[in-house]
């Protein structure tokens, strides 16, 4: 079945930029979206369509997308912006949607 | 406003059955592609299935872990889609997450409801 690769953890200090990769054979043909779930929440869209911002989705948050490759980027991340992060996505057919293994984000 | 309530959680003995509900205000459950995404605890999200509106077939897809096991339906007179699981595991304790894309840059989910396998 269709995996997405995330880091499990990535760790930067408040105001530095963190990366967050995503990598599956099926992009760039199949979109690349990311959410963020704090603890004991449910999980918010950040980023739709590769690099697209939901309303509301503060502008430090940007996607981009290269090859087989996502990637969610926080420039001056804040201490808020804890969290873990996932990536996902749809196979080939389309008919199956994936979820990459989650990012937990330390800001410290 | 759309919202959606998760219920019907609990625990399950290995080989049992549950039902799961997903009660939808704002919405209309056949009308729309609806799914369930689960989180088993301190672990990563997991997509579980899908049903397509009943315009676009009303056909089902599931994640491989649970395929043949689970099953999602809908009744429209309670405006409510359900996951039926059958043969349950203890890999399958989790909480479960039913969840409504809008449009692509809109998503909603339920509050989860918390389902544990154990003898």
């Known amino acids: 079945s269709y995996e997405l690769a995330q880091p499990p953890s990535v760790s930067v200090s408040p105001g530095q930029t963190a990366r967050i990769t995503c990598s599956g054979n099926a992009f760039p043909r199949k979109f690349a979206y990311w959410c963020q779930q704090k603890s004991g929440q449910a999980p918010v869209l950040l980023i739709y369509e590769d690099n697209k911002r939901p309303s509301g989705i503060p502008d430090r948050f940007s996607g981009s997308s290269s090859g087989t490759m996502a990637t969610l980027t926080i420039s001056g991340a804040q201490v808020e912006d804890e969290a873990d992060y996932y990536c996902?996505?749809?196979?080939?057919?389309?008919?199956?949607?994936?979820f990459g293994g989650g990012t937990r984000l330390t800001v410290l | 406003e759309v919202q959606l309530v998760e219920s019907g959680g609990g625990l399950v003995k290995p080989g049992g059955s549950l039902r799961l509900s997903c009660t939808a205000s704002?919405?209309?459950?056949?009308?729309?592609?609806m799914s369930w995404v689960r989180q088993a605890p301190g672990k990563g999200l997991e997509w579980v299935g899908r049903i397509k509106s009943k315009g676009d077939g009303g056909t089902t897809d599931y994640g491989a872990p649970v395929k043949g096991r689970f099953s999602i339906f809908r009744d429209e007179s309670r405006n409510t889609m359900y996951l039926h699981m059958n043969s349950l595991r203890t890999e399958d304790t989790a909480t479960y997450y039913c969840?409504?894309?809008?449009?692509?840059?809109?998503?909603?989910w339920g509050q989860g409801t918390l389902v544990t396998v154990s003898s």
């Open positions: 969840r409504f894309v809008a449009a692509a840059d809109t998503v909603y």
């Open positions: 704002g919405l209309t459950v056949t009308n729309v592609w």
């Open positions: 996902y996505s749809t196979d080939d057919s389309g008919n199956h949607s994936v």
